[in-house]
């Protein structure tokens, strides 16, 4: 009997830590730092930090419409799917990062669950990664995925 409430046990932690507590392995990191991290990251007491071009990995390459001197690490703090207060990171445009903060205010005040907030370039540039890991992200230099011309994707302007 308790043989199988320790696999039962066994088996409901399993299943609860991958509907909760999965996360990403950063596929690059900045001097030992995972990119993905709020650690990667020189934040100001309003928890916003410029970035560089070795912290965007292949979220951004030379041509990309927004260089990264435009570009801002927010910190960003939500509920959890867990019921659980947490703290992620956003790369967004330098003039977004205002109308962005209140936006996710509002959200964590409806305390609305978010599964992980992490900069894309944790996933190597891949949307395919980081939508199959339920993230929230915001930057990401790429071109939109239509019919017709290409053309740089939202995304892709920060």
Request: hydrophobic share 45%; with cysteine; net charge positive.
């Amino acid at each position: 009997m308790a043989s199988m409430l320790t696999g039962a046990v066994a088996i409901v932690f399993a299943a609860v830590t991958a509907f909760v507590g999965a996360t990403a392995t950063p596929a690059a990191e900045v001097a030992g730092t995972p990119l993905g991290t709020a650690a990667a990251f020189d934040f100001d007491a309003h928890g916003v930090a410029p970035v560089t071009a070795k912290q965007l990995g292949k979220s951004w390459h030379h041509g990309c419409p927004v260089p990264p001197r435009d570009l801002r690490a927010l910190r960003v703090r939500f509920w959890g799917f867990d019921g659980a207060r947490h703290s992620g990171v956003l790369i967004l445009r330098a003039t977004a990062v205002h109308p962005v903060r209140v936006a996710f205010r509002k959200i964590r005040h409806a305390h609305f669950p978010i599964r992980r907030m992490v900069p894309i370039s944790a996933y190597g540039g891949s949307d395919n990664k980081s939508m199959a890991d339920d993230n929230t992200s915001a930057f990401n230099c790429r071109y939109a995925v239509a019919n017709g011309p290409k053309s740089w994707s939202a995304h892709a302007y920060g």
